[in-house]
């Protein structure tokens, strides 16, 4: 391809499938703090005050790190990038295997906090079920995040109670959250074929299992915000793991891919 001015541009390589059911699902975890990191990254600026910026803005910077991390060690299994920043910056859409959950919108305070704290409830078993690996690299990588997510669940959790107990207004918001992101927490402990070869690998323990567990901690703690109950949900979507995403990761992408699909192999 060329230029106008016949100027040969360097189209970006695009990143390899994972053939390894272990690397699809380490790829996963890196997805999701990638995925989230960005999103929370958009507040930078935008918090309601300046110690909440601040706070925000440190959680994102402690998913990219993570997500960093990870996305090193998938390198070190599968040759499927250059570099990290490529495998991170450069798949399709469909190539993508967050959660569906991450990629939900800011709206407003309420919903980012309620989904941060969703997420790392979860993310907190997830990572616990790693800590036994047989990759010791990725039980490092593990508990060394698990301290982080220690924070960022007292932090949401501090405000999903503050709001769901607060006015009737800061009541009403999380109680609209909690509407709009509950139909997407199913995904969250769905059992499917990577995770059950991880599994049978040793490469995790099956984390799904603590379901009822995180079903306890959440709604015990909706119920001392304001009495908050989750909406009766017909059926939960799915399909981001698959690589099935509505529009809202489009959205992300087109922001966190332009410097590497405009210049490839950029470097900082």
Aim: glycine share 6%; aromatic share 8%.
């Amino acid at each position: 391809m060329t230029t106008a001015n016949n100027i040969a541009v360097q189209m970006p390589q695009i990143p390899e499938h994972p053939e390894r059911s272990e690397t699809a699902y380490i790829l996963r975890l890196a997805d999701n703090a990638l995925i989230l990191g960005q999103r929370l990254s958009e507040m930078c600026g935008h918090a309601p005050e300046m110690e909440l910026d601040m706070a925000l803005t440190n959680i994102s910077l402690d998913l990219i790190g993570q997500a960093k991390l990870l996305f090193e060690h998938v390198l070190t299994l599968e040759d499927l990038a250059p570099n990290a920043d490529a495998l991170a910056l450069t798949r399709y859409e469909a190539q993508y295997t967050n959660l569906l959950l991450v990629a939900q919108p800011n709206v407003n305070f309420a919903h980012i906090v309620l989904r941060q704290y969703l997420f790392s409830t979860m993310q907190k078993y997830q990572y616990e079920a790693l800590l036994g690996s047989t990759d010791k690299n990725l039980a490092a990588i593990a508990e060394k995040s698990l301290k982080e997510i220690a924070y960022h669940i007292r932090f949401a959790k501090t405000w999903v109670l503050r709001l769901g107990d607060g006015t009737d207004e800061s009541k009403d918001r999380m109680d609209d959250a909690l509407s709009c992101l509950w139909r997407y927490t199913g995904e969250m402990f769905a059992r499917d074929d990577i995770l059950a070869q991880a599994t049978d690998s040793g490469l995790t323990t099956d984390f799904t299992k603590s379901y009822k567990n995180w079903q306890v901690e959440v709604e015990g703690l909706l119920v001392q915000a304001g009495d908050l109950q989750p909406p009766e949900v017909g059926q939960m979507l799915m399909g981001g793991t698959q690589g099935r995403h509505d529009e809202q990761l489009g959205n992300i992408l087109s922001d966190l891919q332009f410097m590497q699909l405009k210049y490839p192999g950029l470097q900082w």
